[in-house]
């Protein structure tokens, strides 16, 4: 603690600094009120006589319990169940021809925080729900936070970000009856019978993929398109990827009934315990401007749709770093529950793509964190940046404000100015060259997004794999009140693969529909549809300011001026 003049000089300086505070030993303590006076005993309290009412004036007791009253901060609204832990980032193989990040130089190195998820539930909820795994990750690095924010499998549900809550929505209680998907999956299947882009996503969930056997077996992908920046102000397109150095471990439906509702939390935090420290790769996949225009126009493939994948063996993984997990946390809620991971967190070197879920995203986390934890979330221990210079900027004041910035100008001040570092990464040349008028947009559903899927199903997926998929799909389905959502997720289901959809019949006992071209969809326009009454998403016409496009959104060629990208 810092040490008091009796002259009064270092008065102002008086707090107890974090770190010694978060190690402290217990016995080391005095039991206090919140002001700092000493107390004698924490269940005493004042009362008339023996068996009189309270006191108005035992602040102890009031202290205690109004403090107990607030003692919960909203839950994140997705994402609300999770464990963490920190560790440390080495980038072992530089990535300095392509990015001038600074933590991607040789030797470079930081800390970071984990925080990984299960995404639908309530922070209560089981951790073997069969669900996307969050993965994200604070990379405490020279130059700021960089946070990648994301999740165990490559692909999303979505492509346009508008849809997010309505389907999140989907997966909450329900208004009336108050119950959760487990019981009633009516809500869950109506969203995606309606919104058929899903269908990727889908066939990971409900195919051996689904239900992780603990955090430290599985991968992560950044799902986005970002783009990297060099010295030279080029730049690529990148994909990120976190490989598992223990590999992947699924559970079955029927083994994670048997699990406790905390299993990942468990395995996660003994292994830790014992030293069994869990690593990663961190790998990136990368294309130029002009191999993205080509992906879209030869294949249909469209890098700023996170239901489409990069194809590995045309864009190979590069390894870059490892991290690991090597301490536990001391404090869950300070170190865990107050984290915020944001993916609009970049660093000089690391840019955001044009894709709209991505750019949405970009405003949707610091929004949600100025709520969950506080208009000056970013001065927590846990999301602080540990820079080697002194920051500064004009934020000031606001809720709990404890780092406001001492005396110094609350303006850019010409009298006593702060200093500025000049830009590394020329934006005006890595902004792509939009050309055009604004326009509404809805993505619509082609033949090339049933691709992938039919990948898994003919390629990927063998016997046992194919068959535990139907029980997962079929018995998840059993809770679906309404026969039309089956049938239409059924003709989905057929667009994939006529045996698919068979043996779901079978399984479901419901008749689906021959495919898509004879439905209209209320989520998405449906660029296969036989009758043109039918392409425009219900409520809507072709006639009037119609919203999907040519190219869906992918980048056409001639969409970026530099285009050789290095
Ligand atoms: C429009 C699309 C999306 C929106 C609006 C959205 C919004 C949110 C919000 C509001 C949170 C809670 C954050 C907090 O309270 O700290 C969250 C958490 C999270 N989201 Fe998203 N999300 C979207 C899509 C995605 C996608 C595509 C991914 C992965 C590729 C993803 C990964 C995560 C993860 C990992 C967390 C948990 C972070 C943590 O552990 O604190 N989200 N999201």
């Not at 600094?17 to 924490?42: E, F, M, V, W």
């Not at 080697?388 to 780092?403: I, T």
């Not at 939009?434 to 049933?450: C, N």
């Not at 021959?514 to 439905?519: K, N, T, W």
Request: aromatic fraction near 10%; proline fraction near 6%; include cysteine.
């Amino acid at each position: 603690m810092t040490a008091h003049t009796a002259d009064g000089k270092k008065n102002g300086d008086l707090y107890r600094d974090y770190i010694d505070d978060r190690n402290a030993k217990s016995q080391d303590t005095l039991y206090c009120t919140s002001n700092g006076a000493p107390y004698p005993h924490p269940y005493e309290t004042q009362r008339v006589g023996e068996n009189g009412p309270l006191l108005l004036q035992d602040f102890h007791l009031i202290d205690l319990l109004s403090h107990f009253d607030r003692e919960r901060i909203p839950e994140r609204v997705v994402h609300a169940k999770g464990s963490g832990a920190h560790g440390y980032y080495k980038t072992t193989d530089p990535l300095d021809d392509l990015c001038l990040a600074d933590i991607f130089q040789a030797g470079k190195s930081c800390p970071i925080t984990i925080r990984f998820s299960t995404v639908g539930g309530e922070s209560g909820s089981h951790d073997c729900a069969r669900d996307p795994r969050g993965f994200a990750v604070k990379f405490r690095t020279d130059e700021g936070n960089w946070d990648m924010v994301a999740n165990n499998t490559p692909v999303f549900f979505l492509r346009d970000p508008a849809k997010f809550p309505h389907f999140i929505h989907t997966q909450k209680r329900h208004p009336a009856t108050n119950l959760s998907g487990g019981d009633d999956s009516t809500m869950f299947w109506d969203y995606l019978s309606q919104n058929p882009e899903s269908i990727h996503q889908v066939m990971v969930l409900m195919g051996d993929r689904g239900i992780p056997d603990g955090y430290r077996f599985m991968h992560g992908y950044s799902g986005h398109t970002m783009k990297l920046v060099n010295k030279s102000g080029n730049w690529v397109y990148c994909q990120f990827h976190m490989k598992s150095k223990q590999g992947t471990k699924f559970i079955t439906q029927a083994e994670s009934a048997s699990k406790s509702p905390d299993h990942s939390q468990k395995d996660l935090y003994y292994a830790i315990e014992r030293g069994e420290y869990p690593g990663w790769d961190l790998c990136v996949q990368t294309m130029t401007p002009k191999e993205a225009e080509d992906l879209w126009e030869k294949e249909k493939t469209n890098v700023f749709d996170l239901t489409h994948v990069w194809p590995q063996k045309q864009f190979p993984l590069r390894k870059v770093g490892e991290f690991f997990l090597n301490e536990n946390v001391k404090n869950y809620f300070a170190e865990i529950e107050q984290v915020t991971f944001n993916p609009s967190h970049m660093v000089p070197g690391i840019e955001p793509s044009a894709d709209p879920v991505l750019q949405s995203r970009l405003f949707s986390y610091p929004d949600t964190h100025r709520h969950r934890v506080g208009t000056n979330y970013q001065q927590l221990p846990a999301n602080a940046p540990r820079v080697p210079y002194r920051m500064a900027n004009f934020q000031r004041a606001g809720n709990m404000a404890f780092y406001n910035q001492g005396a110094r100008p609350n303006y850019l001040s010409s009298i006593d100015p702060i200093s500025f570092r000049n830009r590394s990464v020329d934006l005006n040349k890595t902004h792509g060259h939009f050309t055009g008028e604004a326009i509404t947009f809805l993505s619509e559903i082609r033949p090339e997004d049933f691709r992938f899927p039919r990948t898994l199903w003919e390629k990927v997926f063998d016997d046992g794999a194919k068959e535990r998929f139907i029980g997962n799909v079929s018995g998840h389905m059993s809770t679906c009140t309404d026969k039309e959502i089956i049938k239409r997720q059924i003709g989905i289901f057929r667009e994939v693969s006529e045996d698919l959809a068979s043996r779901l019949e079978k399984a479901t006992g419901v008749k689906g529909y021959p495919g898509i071209s004879g439905l209209r969809f209320n989520g998405t326009h449906n660029g296969m549809a036989k009758d043109k009454s039918l392409r425009a998403a219900n409520g809507m016409t072709i006639k009037v300011g119609f919203s999907a496009t040519d190219n869906n959104g992918a980048p056409t060629s001639g969409t970026h001026k530099f285009a050789d990208g290095v």
